[in-house]
């Protein structure tokens, strides 16, 4: 029961990241790096007004998330749009601007470990292992989050313009679609996963300030997993390696430190046989 629940909400916040992570990938073809900073600002953020300033929690959250998406569109507009024709130059300014977030908090909170109250106390014992109501919570959130995101994608036009921005930019930009503009919705979309991401999960982990960086080497292996660009991929992927990720830690000995190993194992034997991953999809350019 450990397992399936350490694995559930692994998974479901990997998928989050991976799924923000794979759209902007699929619309713009940026590789952002700085994707789980975000989400480590959003935390933050949440840590300081609840603490600072005594604001409810849930209210905080979504103060937490719409700053980190005016961040996450700033950082685009100023900062990866004018470059975005050079992938290296987009790699490396996305390294930096994570850099410059985490040297932010080391500044602002120190190297201290920090915590958030939980929304909820409380706990149901389910085959003899406690599962607090706050872990059923997030777990409820990141379900009702994917719900609307596959509604978004599947049901209204600017789903439509992202899927077959991400499909064939050369065609989309045929049929008038404004790929500048769709773009930059995008990434707003990419960044507030990401936010919402570390909201949810604030109250279950520590916060320091170099919490961004192992969420990036497993969303990393989900993304590249799961297939480039591939939302369902991403899904997939992340409950592969969340539940991998949890029989390690409880399953072996000191497995907590194996964790990123054993994802990263597993995806390079899954591109072995299949090197385009579980879903991959061929983009206008490899055709």
């Known amino acids: 029961m450990d397992i399936i629940i350490s694995g559930l909400i692994s998974g479901s916040m990997y998928a989050l990241l991976a799924i923000g992570f794979s759209l902007i990938f ?16 959003a935390a933050y ?15 905080a959250m979504l103060a937490a ?36 977030f985490q040297e932010i908090m080391l500044l602002i909170f120190t190297g201290d470990f920090l915590s958030v109250e939980a929304l909820i106390d409380g706990f149901h014992s389910i085959m003899g292992v406690k599962v607090f109501y706050q872990q059923m919570l997030t ?15 599947m049901k209204t036009k600017l789903g439509l313009a992202i899927r077959s921005m991400a499909e064939d930019r050369e065609v989309a ?33 520590i916060l320091n300030p170099f919490m961004w960086m192992e969420p990036l080497i497993i969303m990393m ?21 969340g539940f991998a990720e949890a029989l390690v ?14 994802a990263l ?12 991953g579980l879903f991959g999809i061929a983009f206008e350019e490899e055709r």
């Open 65 to 100: 998330i719409l700053l980190v998406t005016f961040f996450g569109l700033v950082a685009y507009k100023f900062f990866i749009d004018p470059i975005r024709e050079h992938e290296a130059a987009v790699l490396i300014a996305t390294i930096a601007l994570a850099m410059i």
């Open 221 to 241: 292996a989900v993304v590249v997993l799961g297939g480039l660009g591939s939302i369902k991929g991403s899904v997939a992927a992340a409950y592969i390696l």
């Open 139 to 153: 777990f409820g959130a990141v379900l009702a989050m994917m719900a609307a995101l596959w509604f978004l994608l």
């Open 265 to 276: 194992s597993i995806m390079i034997l899954v591109l072995l046989i299949r090197p385009e």
């Open 173 to 205: 930009n045929l049929m008038g679609m404004n790929e500048s503009r769709l773009a930059m919705t995008t990434m707003g979309i990419s960044v507030a996963l990401a936010g919402f991401t570390g909201a949810v999960i604030v109250p279950l982990t």
């Open 249 to 262: 830690v409880f399953l072996i000995p000191k497995g907590a430190f194996l964790k990123g190993s054993v």
């Open 26 to 41: 699929g619309v713009a073809r940026i590789v952002n790096i700085a994707h789980t900073a975000f989400y480590m600002v």
């Open 45 to 59: 953020a949440i840590y300081y007004v609840t603490r600072k300033f005594g604001f409810n929690p849930v209210l």
